[in-house]
């Protein structure tokens, strides 16, 4: 296939995998440990400090993030 009959999805994909085959994947083979994955869970199971994905965009906004 070439490069100009891809869509933009496929050029991405193939970049993308192109990449990990180059450089590989910096978290392949990594384990959690215990206590991050309790905290996860815990951050998981606690509803309250929520928001939407919008209201995070406008934190990051007002921070200058974004």
């Given at each position: 296939?070439?490069?100009?009959?891809?869509?933009?999805?496929d050029l991405r994909s193939f970049i993308e995998q192109t990449?990990?085959?180059?450089?590989?994947d910096p978290?392949?083979?990594l384990?959690?440990?215990?206590d991050f994955i309790a905290r996860l869970t815990e951050s998981i199971e606690d509803k309250t400090g929520r928001m939407t994905h919008e209201d995070f965009l406008d934190e990051l906004k007002e921070d200058h993030l974004v």
């Open positions: 296939m070439k490069v100009a009959d891809m869509t933009e999805e990449f990990l085959d180059l450089v590989g978290d392949a083979g384990e959690l440990n215990e």
